[in-house]
């Protein structure tokens, strides 16, 4: 049994979450994830690491309750146990200096986004962070995000807070301003993904995203996790969860995540399937 | 009949006992074991068959040299505890192999009674003997050497991980099994299905290995949580035994293989077996595909592939077939799970080989484009090539497609630990005499070194190995840090 150490919601129905796992908290490097199981009967389900504490031993994911799992792990309070967190898995996020990194986080995809910021500034970067969500009470980890970026910028859809608009439309500008751009990375819902892969493709700037395939056991062994990139098969879970966002073939992606849908509907309504790893259905 | 007055010719009447089983009909509803066990009048009678043979050839077709004719002796004098005793001799796994080695191509082929009439039984008595034990309620006492203070690590508590651990204990070494899944079994637990070998089963006769004092922690991948160089340089571990089998699933490579209802068997039998999805969503959160009145296509012909294809029909297929590019006789599948799938509805697409998937405008299959197959020359295997039917092309629809034509070995080893020597294949090389990688005090067995195999080669492995790690094991010990 894993040990809560605190649980807190930082917007409605987006909690953090620490768990004690020492030997993940002393591993764990940037882009990583782990697999978690709240009770015996659980499913795994893939939550990245959005940060980590090796001297306390834990580690915090950050979780949206889409289904019936991440609902019920939301409900967590500090003292609470769940069966099994294991990880970290997957391969770290490449980080270097690229000069200009831009770090653009959707909706809980922050808590990925996060990490990954806080790795290319310490790599000596000039890091410029967009942080987006739908509107003002849904925006995570502004005071982290800004704690780690040169720049940083909040975009919410209604203009509740922030940029009135999508990470895109800041990302366009910031091009379009003649900033001079040589990574970014853009970690979300599979659509804003696809977005921004769009946004950076004509420019020819190095771009980077995080997928979310449905996964097993995330050691390569289930085959679940297989998304198509440059054309080739590739496995989340080891290859991956980063990849070449102009690579990346977001429809095989989206319409591979849907395979669940119809058994979801089956199931209770409340018992909705979830099995990504940003926390979103 | 007493096994001390029996004559020749009584013997050679006895017919061998047929294990009674689930009836077809009845057993494609459920996920209940098919086979129900031999009843100890059924077992003393089929060890009677036994001539008890001066110079055992069964022993010698055993990988792990189960000391075949003695517990079967002992089974043939009503001493069921102490056959339970000398079978554990030498595999700690009875109920587990009893059921899922392939004893026809092992033991049983060379069984001199099969010269004449069928084989002994090897396989129903020792799975008897397994049973016998937990049945009877009377747990034997491992009897616990005393420590030689040295600890080695097994990586994987499959069939291999685990028949080592159970040699390492038995010479007195501290043994820590890891296992990457939050279930101990590997293989028993995630591949083969409740109908086959129940879980409950590996469950207690893991409960065998902790009482010899080993020591297991799930949740731990080792290439990621801890390296193999942690282990020995951090955590104090004397030797590394590795066993974690195959576990990177080959895909055919055919347009359409990623459209929606397209998986690897690991996964299908994943969720199936280790998630219990088949009773989703009341007592599992894991869903699998719902295969209710829909057509699933398994694409191989191996145990695995049978495996799949039975547990399909058992979600309840209108149509579960098995597409094979042979035919019947050339499948690796063991004859009797090739014969209870065919009693449980399979329908069996011989000499016919996918082209081809085909899916709808939402990128869901609904087809397989096939092609007919007759066979040819002899291959490098010594099995007749299969040669592609010009104009036999057709389109079987299905909803649903399974791959189950094998595993690659899994990358997270070699990639954090570069300085184990791997094949072509990807598979770590060893010395087959002792199990040693290329590197110092590391040892290998199972699928990760011969490529997906069978439960009782890979135990065969472990206890190679484990022979291998007491020998080297004589130098000093070193400061362990508990974990």
């Known amino acids: 049994m894993y040990r809560i150490v605190s649980a807190i919601f930082l917007a409605e129905n987006i909690k953090k979450i620490e768990i004690e796992a020492p030997r993940i908290a002393k591993k764990r490097k940037a882009g990583q994830f782990v697999i978690v199981r709240i009770n015996q009967n659980g499913e795994r389900i893939p939550l990245t690491i959005a940060d980590s504490n090796p001297e306390t031993g834990t580690i915090t994911i950050i979780a949206q309750g889409a289904g019936k799992s991440t609902r019920e792990l939301n409900r967590k309070e500090a003292g609470d146990s769940i069966a099994d ?59 982290e995000m800004k704690a780690v970026s040169d720049e940083a910028y909040i975009t919410t859809d209604d203009g509740s807070y922030g940029f009135h608009g999508f990470v895109t439309q800041k990302l366009q500008e910031l091009i379009d301003s003649g900033k001079k751009i040589n990574f970014v990375l853009a970690i979300g819902p599979i659509p804003m993904m696809r977005a921004v892969a769009e946004v950076t493709r004509p420019h020819g700037i190095k771009t980077v995203v995080s997928l979310n395939p449905i996964m097993i056991d995330g050691t390569g062994m289930c085959g679940g996790c297989r998304v198509t990139v440059g054309g080739e098969v590739k496995f989340g ?29 089956e199931a209770d309504d409340t018992f909705a399937h979830q099995c990504n790893l940003t926390g979103q259905a | 009949m007493d096994a001390r007055t029996i004559t020749a010719k009584e013997r050679m009447a006895i017919p061998r006992q047929e294990m009674p089983a689930q009836d077809p009909q009845v057993r494609i509803g459920n996920f209940n074991e098919v086979n129900l066990g031999l009843t100890p009048e059924q077992a003393q009678q ?89 049945m009877s309620g009377q747990k034997i006492d491992p009897v616990i050497p005393a420590p030689t203070g040295k600890k080695v690590a097994v990586v994987g508590s499959g069939p291999a991980g685990l028949s080592c651990a159970n040699d390492l204990a038995q010479y007195g070494h ?74 990177l699933p080959w895909f055919m490579g055919i347009p359409g293989e990623n459209l929606v209802g397209v998986l690897a068997a690991n996964e299908f039998l994943t969720r199936v077996n280790l998630m219990k999805a088949y009773d989703f969503p009341k007592s599992s959160d894991t869903p699998v595909f719902d295969c209710k009145g829909k057509n699933v296509a398994v694409f191989g012909g191996g145990n695995t592939a049978m495996d799949a294809v039975r547990t399909a029909k058992r979600l309840g297929a209108e149509h579960a077939y098995i597409v094979y590019r042979r035919s019947e006789k050339e499948m690796p599948a063991r004859e009797e799970e090739i014969h209870n799938a065919l009693q449980e509805g399979v329908e069996f697409l011989l000499l ?59 990358p997270l080893i070699r990639q954090t630990t570069p300085d184990i020597e791997v094949s072509k294949k990807e598979t770590i090389v060893v010395d087959v005499n002792t199990m040693q990688t290329s590197k110092e005090n590391v040892y290998a067995g199972g699928d990760i070194v011969t490529g997906g195999a069978t439960v009782i080669l890979a135990m065969g492995a472990g206890r190679t190995a484990a022979a291998a790690i007491n020998e080297k094991l004589a130098g000093t010990a070193k400061n362990f840090n508990e974990w």
């Open chain 1, 85 to 143: 967190v294991v990880g970290p898995l997957g391969t770290p996020s490449h980080i270097e200096n690229f000069g200009t990194a831009v770090s653009i986080g959707g909706g809980v995809g922050t808590a990925i986004a996060y990490p990954t910021a806080a790795a290319l500034k310490e790599a000596g970067n000039y890091v410029i962070t967009i942080n987006g969500a739908r509107s003002k009470d849904l925006v995570i980890l502004e005071e």
């Open chain 1, 237 to 265: 879970c080891i290859d991956g969860p980063e990849f070449d966002a102009h690579q990346v073939d977001f429809k095989n992606l989206a319409d591979r995540n849907r395979i669940y849908q119809h058994e979801e509907k």
């Open chain 2, 46 to 134: 089929e060890a009677l068959r036994c001539i008890q043979c001066k110079d055992p050839v069964c022993i010698a077709g055993c990988p792990v040299s189960i000391k075949i004719d003695q517990f079967i002796k002992l089974i043939a004098e009503g001493d069921f505890m102490g056959a339970v005793r000398k079978i554990k001799e030498d595999n700690v796994l009875p109920s587990i192999c009893g059921r899922v080695c392939p004893q026809e191509d092992q033991c049983e082929k060379v069984c001199v009674i099969g010269k004449k009439h069928k084989p002994v039984a090897i396989g129903n008595l020792e799975r008897f003997v397994g049973d016998y034990e937990r």
């Open chain 2, 174 to 247: 501290k043994v820590v099994v890891f296992e990457a899944l939050h279930e101990l079994g590997g293989v028993l637990m995630y591949g083969i299905p409740e109908f086959r070998l129940p879980k409950e089963i590996v469950r207690e006769e893991l409960e065998g290995l902790r009482r010899m004092g080993i020591e297991f922690r799930t949740d731990v991948v080792v290439g990621r949580t801890i390296t193999v160089d942690e282990l020995m340089e951090e955590e104090g571990f004397d030797a590394v035994f590795i066993g974690v089998g195959a576990g």
């Open chain 2, 352 to 410: 016919t080989i996918p082209l081809e998937f085909i899916g709808d405008e939402k990128a869901w299959l609904t087809g397989v484009k096939c092609q007919k197959m007759e066979l040819g020359e002899p291959d490098d295997s010594g099995r007749r090539r299969p040669v592609a039917v010009p104009g036999s092309e057709y389109v079987l629809p299905i909803d649903m497609a399974i791959i189950s034509i094998g595993n690659g070995s899994n």
